[in-house]
């Protein structure tokens, strides 16, 4: 019984933790967007709380959607990483 309980305060501790970590990372991109209105930024806010809270169904759906965006562009995204590399690589043998 005890083992349980420790477990259990584990598991929620990672939880808490994880909600924690995502909330730091959502707000600094929630900060950086200048352009959103009081009403954009209210709506956000609730947003945030919300996908934090709930982050173990937010990130799975989010990491899928990036998936799906990825698989959609795979060719101009590899052109500018191939382009990108090539620019780098040239520069470093300058």
């Not at 259990?8 to 600094?28: K, P, R």
Request: proline fraction near 1%; glycine fraction near 2%; charge should be negative.
């Amino acid at each position: 019984m005890m083992l349980q309980l420790l477990f259990t305060y584990f598991l929620l501790v990672c939880y808490l933790m994880m909600a924690y970590y995502f909330f730091n990372v959502w707000l600094e991109f929630f900060l950086e967007d200048e352009e959103m209105n009081s009403t954009q930024r209210r709506i956000s806010s609730i947003a945030l709380v919300i996908g934090s809270v709930f982050w173990i169904l937010v990130v799975p759906f989010a990491y899928l959607e990036l998936l799906k965006f990825h698989r959609k562009h795979k060719e101009i995204i590899n052109l500018l990483i191939h382009t990108s590399t090539r620019i780098n690589f040239e520069d470093e043998s300058t």
